[in-house]
């Protein structure tokens, strides 16, 4: 059913978190594909934390490379029900994380 989301594409670095006072999630950046997606299987969809995660790219790109990475055409894509498998209950955050990491790999 959420197949698409993992679609083969090679992960350049994934950040797990924990979030929501106890709640884990995963970020996924694949900058060949200038796309940073974020996974909450409790249904954030994380926006700010992917804007979160463009800025800090933004700020190691201008202190690593001394110029400013052109970040227009990367895609965002938050977590939703369609799109990210959601948990049944409030303790299986873990099991969630650990399956979005290994499916990212």
């Given amino acids: 059913m959420y197949s698409h989301i993992y679609e083969g594409k090679r992960l350049d670095f994934s950040v797990i978190a924990n979030i929501h006072a106890g709640l884990f999630n995963n970020a996924s950046l694949h900058e ?3 796309r940073i997606q974020f996974f ?3 249904g954030s969809s994380g926006r700010p934390y992917l804007q979160g ?7 190691e790109h201008k202190d690593k490379k001394k110029s400013q990475l052109d970040t227009s055409d990367w895609e965002l894509v938050p977590c ?3 799109t990210c498998p959601q948990q049944g209950n409030g303790f299986d955050c873990g099991v969630f994380t650990c399956m979005f990491a290994g499916k990212l790999k």
Avoid: I
């Fill in 32 to 34: 060949k594909l200038k």
């Fill in 80 to 82: 939703d029900s369609d």
């Fill in 40 to 42: 909450d299987s409790m």
């Fill in 53 to 59: 995660l463009l800025q800090y790219l933004e700020d």
